[in-house]
């Protein structure tokens, strides 16, 4: 396969683990330096740093930033490392947690934390980008969402309201950009195989095991998605390939929500 993204630069929160890790080998493949803003450098499942996996295994340049995306001077500070790099072309605002509280035991501090993560953290992530790409003539911006901005389930009501809320914050942000040649998507995927559903009841943890095996029936691909699944998607949102693709959420889950 020709490489997508020549000479690009990438930023990629959560980039330490799981789809985020994913994103930046399969991007570093395609021809793109890589800046990994996370909060961690270990992988939730192990292994390399992102950023030495890269710089060992390909040709391409990977830096880790120590990033909070609950902060926004955070942010900014991710955004100006790719300038050493020869600025952003790319922003994955990827850094999410869940929690599988009951609604009504939902405490507003678990409420805060989620939602400064998942919808704070993209708020001002697509703002520290897009400020940076005003300025340089433009770029490409992926969110990511879930399924569960499609279908909300009882046992993470909480995170499925966090997802929504990036689903739609795509689409205003795809009208606001739409003169700047900046294009705003979001990638949507089902239950995955990452660490964030190997601690969970819903997944594939112990205590998830008998759920894990009811969900698989309702997806018709009959199996979680992999990381690898989701970065191909957002090598495609990244690439030129998707030149005409502009706020839109992309579904990754196996047939699960429109069947
Ligand atoms: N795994 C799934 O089934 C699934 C499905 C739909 C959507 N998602 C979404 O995909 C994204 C990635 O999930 P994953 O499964 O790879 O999870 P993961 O837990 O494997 O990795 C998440 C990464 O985000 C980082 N992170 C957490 N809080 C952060 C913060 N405050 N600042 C910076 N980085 C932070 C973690 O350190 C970790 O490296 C999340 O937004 C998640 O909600 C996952």
């Known amino acids: 396969m020709d490489s997508l ?30 800046i990994v803003a996370d909060i961690r450098t270990e992988p939730r ?13 390909t040709d391409r340049r990977a830096e880790f930033v120590d990033c909070d995306v609950t902060s926004p001077d955070d942010l900014v500070v991710a955004v100006d490392a790719a300038d050493e ?7 994955v605002n990827n850094a999410g947690i869940t929690n599988e509280t009951d609604f009504l035991e939902v405490t507003e501090a678990e409420y805060q934390q989620l939602m400064d993560i ?14 940076k790409m005003v300025e340089t003539g433009g770029g490409t911006i992926i969110n990511m969402s879930s399924a569960g901005a499609y279908r909300a389930m009882a046992e993470i009501s909480t995170y499925c309201a966090s997802k929504a809320a990036v689903r739609t914050l795509t689409y205003a942000l ?14 949507n995927p089902g239950f995955s195989n990452t660490q964030m559903t190997a601690n969970s009841a819903l997944g594939n943890g112990i205590r998830g095991r ?3 095996k009811l969900i698989k029936q309702t997806i018709p691909a009959g199996r979680f998605g992999e990381a690898d699944e ?12 998707s030149s005409y693709v502009n706020g839109e959420s992309i579904l990754v889950d ?5 069947t």
């Open 118 to 131: 998942n919808v704070k953290g993209v708020f001002f992530g697509c703002q520290a980008a897009g400020k």
């Open 85 to 91: 790099l020869g600025g952003i072309d790319i922003m």
């Open 174 to 187: 795809a009208d606001r950009f739409g003169g700047d040649d900046i294009r705003v998507n979001s990638i």
């Open 5 to 34: 993204l020549t000479d690009q630069t990438a930023v990629i929160t959560g980039g330490a683990s799981g789809f985020g890790r994913a994103i930046a080998r399969t991007f570093a493949d395609h021809g793109a330096d890589i």
């Open 254 to 258: 196996g047939g699960m929500i429109h």
């Open 210 to 212: 008998v759920n894990a």
């Open 45 to 57: 499942e192990g292994g390399e740093p992102t950023h030495e996996l890269i710089e060992r295994e």
């Open 230 to 241: 989701i970065a191909n998607v957002a090598l495609f949102l990244a690439s030129d390939m």
